[in-house]
Nanobody, 128 residues
Framework: QVKLVESGGGSVQAGGSLNISCAASGLTVARWYMAWFRQTPGNYRDYVAGIAGTGTIGYPDSANYADSVKGRFTISSDHGRNTVYLQMNSLKPEDTANYYC????????????????WGRGTQVTVSS
């Protein structure tokens, strides 16, 4: 069965950095659109970043970001390890959220309902 497992979350000071990972099993990351979402209590699950597989037009220049994280976050994938990463730099308190890894059959979609598989999340807390 498909399983996505996030890791690497934690607590950091504002301005700091954190790298989180999504290890996939039961699906091949290279064949899916992989994305990171984040959610805080009482809010919708919001799209953060996504990266397409090898069959996508424009690959490997296939990353997409929410405006709120452009220039600060970088999504990447290691197909040999079947893992997706999110490098987060210049972290702000408003980045505090539970971060989820997800997989979709469609590229560039930002609605949570369009994703087929989800991890259970990893908490990122940024203090001021």
């Amino acid at each position: 069965q498909v399983k996505l497992v996030e890791s690497g979350g934690g607590s950091v000071q504002a301005g700091g950095s954190l790298n989180i990972s999504c290890a996939a099993s039961g699906l091949t990351v290279a064949r899916w659109y992989m994305a990171w979402f984040r959610q805080t209590p009482g809010n919708y699950r919001d799209y953060v970043a996504g990266i397409a597989g090898t069959g996508t037009i424009g690959y490997p220049d296939s990353a997409n970001y929410a405006d709120s994280v452009k220039g600060r976050f970088t999504i990447s994938s290691d197909h040999g390890r079947n893992t997706v990463y999110l490098q987060m730099n210049s972290l702000k308190p408003e980045d505090t959220a539970n971060y989820y890894c997800a997989a979709s059959t469609d590229n560039w979609v930002t609605q949570a309902s369009r994703y087929s598989y989800w991890g259970r999340g990893t908490q990122v807390t940024v203090s001021s």
